[in-house]
């Protein structure tokens, strides 16, 4: 899942623009990008991203504008100037030159007379509005975050109800599947009864055994109840993901155990189709939190 926002914020003096991008993550890493003057705050903001988004991988940038950051400040370069006074002062006593120095003279000889500062505003007098773009910044970033985990939800409800179609098909051809298989064990044993004596103890064993060993209601039983336990999970409101993938995992154990037990082409299909919707399923609940 992808969450992208961006917010803004104006103060008197510092207007602040913020984007964030978040893609899936198992654990929380944010990265922010402030302007050099606003890196004290970057553990703060790291720190309120890291609260209320609780995971996923997180770019944070800080963009800042407005009248604090108009323009270079010129300040005076005043002790090189009387410097550069001095001496000329002392180079025309000594070899009797005549004439003064005017300060075009000054800032045509001397570059570096006036220096330009890039502004620096206060940073904490700026912060309340960073605050505030930030908290505008994760609102939206929640908002869209819901919005798209509804549209997962809604996308993993149908493939639940087509998963739960397949296990009911699954659960109608198991029974059909056995007592065919009952009945062609039956057909053997009184072709074999016609040829030759046989134990009905040995026959009634080998038919209970037949049976124990192509049942498969007990994972077909485990199969609905995980289903059961995935949907009621998702219209839950807390943090499920983890679990959901749990129980996609065992539902993947208990279909696989009916195709290898059942050896029945048509289970073994809806098992194959089972499998390719879990797998589709446990991509969209990694998206989940």
Known sequence: MTTYARARSEGAAVEVDMELRSVNGRYCDVQVRLPRWLLPFEDRVRKRVQAALGRGRVDVTVQVGGAAL??????????????????????AEECGLAGGLELRDVLGILKDAVEAREAEPDAEAAWPVVAEALERLLAEAQEAARREGEALKADLDLRLDRVEAWLEAIDRRRRDHLRAAQEALRERVERHLAETRLDPARIAQEAAFLADRLDITEEVVRARSHL?????LLASDEPVGRRLDFL????????????????????????????????????????LV
């Not at 993947?252 to 299909?269: C, G, L, Q, Y």
């Open 248 to 287: 996609l995992q065992e539902l993947f154990r208990e279909v696989n155990t009916m195709a290898s037990k059942s050896a029945d082409a048509e289970i073994s299909r809806l098992v194959v189709d089972i499998k390719g919707e879990q797998e589709k399923m446990r991509e969209q609940v990694q998206n």
């Open 70 to 91: 108009a323009g270079p400040e010129f300040v005076p370069n005043t002790g090189l100037v009387q410097a550069y006074l001095r001496a000329a002062g002392a180079l």
């Open 228 to 232: 059961a336990q995935f949907r009621e």
